[in-house]
C-alpha cells in the first residue's frame, strides 16, 4: 500500500487543480465551492485518473444551462399579464355602475304617488276593492236580500235570479251601510270597477270592501247612479216631488276626483207618477244621431217612471247634464 500511494499522487495532483479550476469557476461564479468539496484527493487510489474527467467537464454545462433560463422564462409571463387585465377591466366596471344611476329617478319620479297606476288604468291605487271579473258577461247585482248586509251577485239567465260572486254572499263589511246607486266604470285599461254611493260617500266596492274618495261627498245619498265615461252620474228621488236635481263627478280615474254642486234644471215631479229609482247610461255612437232623435249626437241617462213613464236627461258637451225630458205614452213633455 506504500509504494502505489506516491505514485498517483505525484503526477497528476497538479493536473486536475490548475487546468479545470479556472475555467468553470469564470463562468459560473457562485460555484467555486464544488471542487473542494468532492474531496478530489481523498480517494487517489481507485479514481485518480477518471475523475477529474467527468467532475470537470460536466459540472458547468447542467448547472449554467437551468440556471439561466429557467428564471429568465418565468420573470417574464409573470410581469407582462398581471397589469394587463388589471387596468383594462377596471373602468368597465365603474361606468356600468355610473349608467345605472342615470335611468334610476326618472321611473321612481312618475309611478310615486301610485305603484300600481300602470296596471289598471288609474291614477289612484287598489286597497280594498279591486276590479271585477266579468268573464261570462252577465248583468251583476248589489242587493240585499235580508238583515243588514249586501251581497254581489251575477245573472243566471236561466233562472232570474243573482248567484253571489265568491265571497260576495252577504259581505260582511256592508254591515249596517247604506250602498245604492251601483254603476261600472271602465278604465283606460280595459279594467272594471264598481262605483257605488255609500253612506253618502262615492266608492269603489267589491267583495274585499270599499274605496272612497276622500277629498269630496256626494250631495245626497243616492238612490239612482249611472256612469258615462269618466263621470258618475247621481240623484236621490228624482221625480218624487218638485225639487229633484241630478248632479256628477268628473275624473273617476284620478286621486281627487271632482264633485259638481251646480246644476242646470230641476226635474218636475207632476210629470210622471212615483219617482226614478236608477239610471242607465247611453251613448250615441259613431257621433251620428241615431237613438234619440233630438238632433244632436250625446249621451243620456234614462229612467223609468212608476207608470212606466220613460225619463231622458240629456248630457251637455262640458259633462254636465243640460235638459231633460219625459215620454208618457206617445206624448213628450
Not at 260576495?168 to 278604465?187: F, K, R, Y
Not at 276622500?214 to 243616492?222: F, I, M, T
Amino acid at each position: 500500500t506504500q509504494a502505489p500511494t506516491p505514485e498517483p499522487s505525484a503526477a497528476p495532483s497538479p493536473l486536475p487543480t490548475q487546468a479545470p479550476t479556472p475555467e468553470p469557476s469564470a463562468a459560473p461564479s457562485p460555484l467555486p465551492t464544488q471542487p473542494p468539496t468532492t474531496a478530489k484527493p481523498t480517494t487517489l487510489g481507485p479514481t485518480g485518473a477518471p475523475s477529474p474527467l467527468p467532475t470537470s467537464a460536466p459540472t458547468p454545462e447542467q448547472t449554467p444551462e437551468p440556471t439561466t433560463t429557467a428564471p429568465t422564462t418565468t420573470a417574464a409571463p409573470t410581469a407582462v399579464p398581471a397589469p394587463a387585465p388589471t387596468e383594462v377591466p377596471a373602468p368597465a366596471p365603474t361606468n356600468a355602475t355610473a349608467s345605472t344611476q342615470l335611468p334610476t329617478p326618472a321611473p321612481t319620479r312618475v309611478p310615486s304617488a301610485n305603484p300600481t297606476a300602470l296596471s289598471h288604468g288609474a291614477e289612484w291605487a287598489i286597497d280594498k276593492a279591486g276590479p271585477m271579473t266579468c268573464d261570462d258577461n252577465f248583468p251583476m247585482q248589489v242587493h240585499k236580500e235580508s238583515g243588514g248586509k249586501y251581497s254581489i251577485g251575477a245573472l243566471d239567465s236561466a233562472t232570474g235570479a243573482y248567484e253571489a260572486l265568491p265571497g260576495g254572499s252577504e259581505m260582511e263589511w256592508t254591515d249596517n251601510l247604506h250602498i245604492n246607486a251601483v254603476s261600472q266604470w271602465t278604465s283606460p285599461t280595459d279594467n272594471h270597477f264598481a262605483f257605488a254611493s255609500v253612506e253618502g260617500e262615492l266608492c269603489r266596492i267589491n267583495v274585499g270592501g270599499a274605496d272612497c274618495f276622500s277629498n269630496g261627498k256626494l250631495e245626497s245619498e243616492a238612490n239612482a247612479g249611472a256612469v258615462v265615461g269618466d263621470n258618475y252620474y247621481y240623484g236621490k228621488n228624482v221625480g218624487e216631488d218638485d225639487t229633484g236635481k241630478i248632479y256628477y263627478v268628473s275624473g273617476l280615474g284620478q286621486v281627487n276626483a271632482t264633485f259638481h254642486t251646480d246644476t242646470n234644471f230641476v226635474v218636475r215631479g207632476s210629470l210622471f207618477d212615483d219617482k226614478i229609482l236608477d239610471f242607465a247610461p247611453l251613448t250615441e255612437p259613431d257621433g251620428e244621431d241615431k237613438l234619440i232623435d233630438d238632433g244632436v249626437s250625446r249621451s243620456y241617462l234614462i229612467g223609468i217612471g212608476g207608470e212606466f213613464e220613460v225619463f231622458v236627461a240629456r248630457i251637455g258637451t262640458d259633462g254636465a247634464p243640460e235638459s231633460y225630458a219625459v215620454l208618457g205614452g206617445t206624448t213628450v213633455y
